[in-house]
């Protein structure tokens, strides 16, 4: 019986080795796989962020450009509009000094209705002229300098209305 029981004693030692090197050798496949699986899931992960670090990347070039682009063109819509501002600020500073120097003088026609008689509306024009009749009137030359300045206040309005409705159209059609 004592042989019995050694060799049961054995191979149950030997099963046991067994199973113990069985589950050791379970559990470093098992790491390994799963240390696999880690691999390739950090690996698309990596991926994808490079891959929305590079979209990124390219929507602020994008937008770079397009504002590099918009500042160009300010600048020379800018230099557009101080040179129609400067040209027209010029015309009407040669406008007042023909004014000063009676080189021009401003007139207005009279209402040809408030005549006495019976010829309102002559059948003649002046030379040099398409108005009928010569009922004008001279102004002043300081009334006439005020009004020229007030057209020039309006023609700069207006040219600054046209740069900034020329910007709004820029601005909406790069968005």
Known sequence: MKIYAVKWGAVLLIILTLM???????????????????????????????????????????EQGKRLALEQWLAASEQSHYRALTDEQTKQARLRDRLVTADLRLSVQLDATTTTGCDAVQTTTRTGGVVHGSHRAQLDPAHAQRIIGITSDGDQGLIALQACQAYAKEVSKMR
């Open 20 to 62: 113990v090197g069985s589950a050791w050798a379970a559990l470093e496949w098992q790491a390994n796989a799963y240390g696999q699986q880690l691999a390739a899931k950090e690996a698309a992960y990596q991926t994808e962020r490079t891959d929305v670090a590079n979209a990124n990347s390219a929507q602020i070039l994008a």
